[in-house]
């Protein structure tokens, strides 16, 4: 059964930092890309930073190019989101996701208010 679990969301002040991670089970994790997304209250789900299955190459939203950065660890099943200059359109809840499978995590809640 294909699991992701999040954590590491907070309340951080605009301009804070935050790392979240997600521990993914179920499949094969080294062998597929990994990804965050954030859906903000009222919006839709969006894509925000994918990660190739070694980790070199990444991509990014260009709402947080140069703030944020994706990385993984596949002998720990784990994905990270180290995010900087955190803003206050920042604040969503951020679910970790392997494009090759329809399943989605709980999420965690990162709320950026002063």
């Known amino acids: 059964q294909v699991q992701f679990v999040e954590s590491g969301g907070g309340l951080v002040q605009p301009g804070g930092s935050l790392t979240l991670s997600c521990i993914a089970s179920g499949f094969t994790f080294g062998a597929f890309p990994m990804s965050w997304y954030r859906q903000a209250p009222g919006k839709e789900r969006e894509l925000v930073a994918r990660v190739g299955t070694v980790g070199i190459l990444t991509n990014y939203a260009d709402s947080v190019k140069g703030r944020f950065t994706i990385s993984r660890v596949n002998v720990k099943n784990t994905v990270y989101l180290h995010m900087n200059s955190l803003k206050p359109e920042d604040t969503a809840v951020y679910y970790c996701?392997?494009?090759?499978?329809?399943?989605w995590g709980q999420g965690t809640q990162v709320t950026v208010s002063s």
């Open positions: 996701k392997s494009p090759a499978h329809d399943y």
